[in-house]
């Protein structure tokens, strides 16, 4: 495996620094540091943003208020080149994408080990790519991405909205509700999955006690998904551009 500074130098043409953001660069993320875990999240271009699609589960109502427009609107333009520019190399130079991930992986495993915290992944910040299938090449291995993550004593977890994707030891993985998926998350409720929705409820305000006829826990207080209880809906505050949506996204407390 090449060194970082190698790898980057191969990737600079490709418009594409790093794959990972900082632990502390997004408030909530930063949060799991008070429970002793470094989460490192990739932002990729939501949906086809980048012209190719990495949301295949995504609805009017999740793209409109998708977290991929969060944070100070000043620096928006250079992110979404940033994202775009990584989800192109992941489609156009595989092998060079999941070896800079595997680098920035192992260096994320050491930053968290110095600071005596669980090293997490969240791969899927703005996409839904199922890592448990990716395959890495035989030069790096073989298995997944997901079972290099594992293996290296990382932790990884996401948000999906893909029905087929399924939970497995050592990667966590929340439903996400949208407002045509009902069915699937009731499914994956009774299978022992815990779900996320957006409530209509301004920021600090209380949640619903419960939905669908199971439990709201508060999912603003951290980003740490695995800490959640089982059979749990998720419960997320509307904020940015959810905030008044009507598509049917968003629901009612």
């Given at each position: 495996?090449?060194?970082?500074?190698?790898?980057?130098?191969?990737?600079?043409?490709?418009?594409?620094?790093?794959?990972?953001?900082?632990?502390?660069?997004?408030?909530?993320?930063?949060?799991?540091?008070?429970?002793?875990?470094?989460?490192?999240?990739?932002?990729?271009?939501?949906?086809?943003?980048?012209?190719?699609?990495?949301?295949?589960?995504?609805?009017?109502?999740?793209?409109?208020?998708?977290?991929?427009?969060?944070?100070?609107?000043?620096?928006?333009?250079?992110?979404?080149?940033?994202?775009?520019?990584?989800?192109?190399?992941?489609?156009?130079?595989?092998?060079?994408?999941?070896?800079?991930?595997?680098?920035?992986?192992?260096?994320?495993?050491?930053?968290?080990?110095?600071?005596?915290?669980?090293?997490?992944?969240?791969?899927?910040?703005?996409?839904?790519?199922?890592?448990?299938r990716v395959k890495l090449p035989a030069l790096l291995g073989g298995g997944t991405v997901a079972?290099?993550?594992?293996?290296?004593?990382?932790?990884?977890?996401?948000?999906?909205?893909?029905?087929?994707?399924?939970?497995?030891?050592?990667?966590h993985l929340t439903f996400s509700l949208a407002e045509n998926n009902d069915s699937d998350a009731?499914?994956?409720?009774?299978?022992?999955?815990?779900?996320?929705?957006?409530?209509?409820?301004?920021?600090?305000?209380?949640?619903?006690?419960?939905?669908?006829?199971?439990?709201?826990?508060?999912?603003?207080?951290?980003?740490?998904?695995?800490?959640?209880?089982?059979?749990?809906?998720?419960?997320?505050?509307?904020?940015?551009?959810?905030?008044?949506?009507?598509?049917?996204?968003?629901?009612?407390?």
């Amino acid at each position: 495996m090449r060194t970082r500074a190698e790898l980057r130098r191969r990737v600079k043409p490709y418009g594409v620094y790093n794959l990972f953001a900082k632990p502390e660069s997004n408030p909530k993320v930063a949060k799991n540091m008070k429970l002793g875990v470094m989460t490192f999240p990739m932002h990729l271009a939501p949906a086809d943003l980048s012209g190719f699609n990495v949301c295949p589960k995504s609805t009017k109502g999740c793209r409109a208020a998708c977290l991929h427009t969060a944070g100070n609107p000043v620096y928006m333009a250079g992110k979404t080149r940033a994202r775009i520019a990584r989800t192109r190399l992941y489609f156009q130079n595989r092998p060079m994408f999941l070896e800079l991930l595997m680098v920035e992986i192992l260096a994320g495993i050491a930053k968290a080990s110095r600071a005596d915290m669980v090293p997490a992944f969240r791969l899927n910040a703005t996409s839904d790519i199922p890592w448990e299938r990716v395959k890495l090449p035989a030069l790096l291995g073989g298995g997944t991405v997901a079972q290099f993550i594992i293996s290296h004593g990382g932790e990884l977890y996401d948000y999906t909205k893909r029905a087929n994707r399924k939970p497995q030891p050592g990667y966590h993985l929340t439903f996400s509700l949208a407002e045509n998926n009902d069915s699937d998350a009731r499914k994956a409720l009774n299978n022992g999955q815990n779900v996320a929705v957006v409530f209509d409820v301004k920021r600090g305000a209380p949640l619903p006690d419960k939905f669908m006829g199971f439990q709201v826990i508060d999912g603003d207080l951290s980003d740490y998904r695995p800490a959640d209880p089982e059979n749990s809906i998720v419960g997320l505050r509307a904020k940015g551009d959810a905030i008044g949506d009507r598509s049917g996204f968003v629901r009612a407390a």
